[in-house]
């Protein structure tokens, strides 16, 4: 049965309501669910537990739509949704099981799934999502998105990605935020594309929730984004490795990168450090800065912290790490920000050690620390 937008309107008229149109509660649907074993995923029914309304693909997390427009040669679409339209969904109905009826259909119910398991796992570790991030509703998650992206002058097609873009805009001289997720066409990655893999959308949606808990704030009160480096490269590169934990947090999978991107070194069970080459580019300020490098060294400390003194009770100081970086003694002195990963370290470390109830096993955390810091754990 193909269900429509118009279902309400007709039922209305015998008084069943929009029960079938509004979903009450969790509903279960058929989703691309990438296992995190052996890069294998699978078709399987799950359950969604904040989607208001499934014929539109809207809830909680906000809206599932695509575009047919090239966001960079417009980016006016941005700042009031022009250009974005609903996805042509079937579903198939049986209890409150629905079941897509066409790889769109697929696709954004999946996509859909990917970003609110962002959602719940940051809810689970202590985010507030009504103070954090009040207009997560109107949030646009794309589906194919198509934009181009410069390379010197040539321009190329966006694909084998996925992004999160915090859109700042001015209307009527009003300034706000807009939240977009980007999920790119498919055309090389062999085994999980990018939207497809739950640890990646769950990566992107941990961009949203340390942009709203450190950087818009930063931007507004602080002067040091895109002037001092190696500072804001490191934030950048910080925001990258705790969308690498979260990713694994989500999955249950450490190896969640490597079944889009093989080649890429982001296995978080393979230990890495802040070696003085590393240090180095830190300071890049020519465009060449990589932050999934820095990134990455965070992440496999995180994760061997993590086996340490437990998983969540790690996932939730970094929660109370990204909401207190703006008063982090280390961090930040009055408007000043100055900081390396050995003082985001020292901020955690001593957050962990206040609220955590880790005991003993700080002494463990310490060493963690000192033995992949390189330069910056002198001072730990
Ligand atoms: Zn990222």
Same mark, same amino acid.
């Given at each position: 049965?193909?269900i429509l937008?118009?279902?309400c309107?007709?039922?209305?008229?015998?008084?069943?309501?929009?029960?079938?149109?509004?979903s009450?509660?969790?509903?279960?649907?058929?989703?691309?669910?990438?296992?995190g074993?052996?890069?294998?995923?699978?078709?399987?029914?799950k359950?969604?537990?904040t989607?208001?309304?499934?014929?539109d693909?809207?809830?909680?997390?906000?809206r599932?739509?695509?575009?047919?427009?090239?966001?960079?040669?417009?980016?006016?679409?941005?700042d009031?949704?022009?250009g974005?339209?609903?996805?042509?969904?079937?579903?198939?109905?049986?209890?409150?099981?629905?079941?897509?009826?066409?790889s769109?259909?697929?696709?954004?119910?999946?996509?859909?799934?990917?970003?609110?398991?962002?959602?719940?796992?940051?809810?689970?570790?202590?985010?507030d999502?009504?103070?954090?991030?009040?207009?997560?509703?109107?949030?646009?998650?794309?589906?194919?998105?198509?934009?181009?992206?410069?390379?010197?002058?040539?321009?190329?097609?966006?694909?084998?990605?996925?992004?999160?873009?915090?859109?700042?805009?001015?209307?009527?001289?009003?300034?706000?935020?807009?939240?977009?997720?980007?999920?790119?066409?498919?055309?090389e990655?062999?085994?999980?594309?990018? %939207?497809?893999? #739950? !640890?990646?959308? @769950?990566h992107?949606? /941990?961009?949203?929730?340390?942009? $709203?808990?450190?950087? +818009?704030?930063?931007?507004?009160?602080?002067d040091?984004?895109?002037?001092?480096?190696?500072?804001?490269?490191?934030?950048?590169?910080?925001?990258?490795?705790?969308?690498?934990?979260?990713?694994?947090?989500?999955?249950?999978?450490?190896?969640?990168?490597q079944?889009s991107?093989?080649?890429?070194?982001?296995?978080?069970?393979?230990p890495?450090?802040?070696?003085?080459?590393?240090?180095s580019?830190?300071?890049?300020?020519?465009?060449s800065?990589?932050?999934?490098?820095?990134?990455?060294?965070?992440?496999?400390?995180?994760?061997e912290? %993590?086996?340490? #003194? !437990?998983?969540? @009770?790690?996932?939730? /100081?970094?929660?109370?790490?990204? $909401?207190?970086?703006? +008063?982090?003694?280390?961090?930040?002195?009055?408007?000043?920000?100055?900081?390396?990963?050995?003082?985001?370290?020292r901020?955690?470390?001593?957050?962990?050690?206040?609220?955590?109830?880790?005991?003993?096993q700080?002494?463990?955390?310490?060493?963690?620390?000192?033995?992949?810091?390189?330069?910056?754990?002198?001072?730990?």
């Amino acid at each position: 049965m193909k269900i429509l937008s118009t279902f309400c309107l007709l039922s209305a008229l015998v008084l069943v309501g929009c029960s079938q149109e509004k979903s009450a509660g969790p509903i279960n649907a058929m989703v691309i669910n990438y296992s995190g074993s052996a890069c294998k995923f699978s078709v399987s029914e799950k359950p969604i537990y904040t989607l208001d309304s499934i014929t539109d693909m809207r809830g909680a997390v906000g809206r599932v739509v695509r575009n047919d427009l090239d966001i960079s040669s417009r980016p006016d679409i941005l700042d009031d949704y022009f250009g974005f339209k609903p996805v042509d969904l079937q579903f198939s109905k049986s209890g409150t099981s629905y079941g897509a009826l066409d790889s769109n259909t697929l696709f954004a119910t999946s996509l859909y799934y990917s970003i609110e398991q962002g959602y719940l796992t940051f809810q689970k570790f202590g985010v507030d999502f009504g103070q954090a991030v009040p207009n997560l509703y109107e949030t646009r998650i794309v589906h194919n998105a198509i934009a181009g992206r410069k390379n010197g002058v040539s321009l190329y097609e966006i694909n084998d990605n996925a992004e999160f873009l915090a859109h700042q805009y001015t209307v009527n001289g009003q300034v706000g935020v807009r939240n977009f997720f980007f999920s790119y066409p498919t055309n090389e990655v062999k085994d999980v594309p990018l %939207g497809l893999n #739950i !640890g990646v959308m @769950v990566h992107e949606f /941990s961009h949203l929730v340390f942009n $709203s808990l450190y950087f +818009q704030n930063a931007y507004t009160n602080f002067d040091f984004l895109n002037t001092n480096k190696p500072t804001d490269n490191t934030f950048v590169a910080l925001d990258e490795g705790m969308a690498d934990y979260f990713g694994f947090m989500a999955t249950g999978d450490p190896m969640f990168f490597q079944c889009s991107f093989p080649e890429e070194n982001r296995n978080l069970t393979i230990p890495k450090a802040f070696t003085q080459d590393v240090v180095s580019r830190m300071a890049l300020t020519d465009g060449s800065f990589d932050s999934h490098e820095g990134g990455a060294i965070w992440a496999s400390i995180q994760y061997e912290i %993590g086996t340490r #003194i !437990g998983y969540d @009770v790690n996932a939730r /100081s970094l929660v109370q790490l990204m $909401s207190n970086l703006s +008063q982090c003694p280390d961090v930040i002195n009055g408007t000043n920000v100055s900081a390396d990963f050995g003082d985001i370290a020292r901020c955690h470390f001593n957050l962990l050690n206040t609220r955590g109830n880790i005991g003993s096993q700080a002494n463990d955390v310490r060493a963690i620390y000192q033995k992949y810091l390189g330069t910056y754990g002198g001072r730990f």
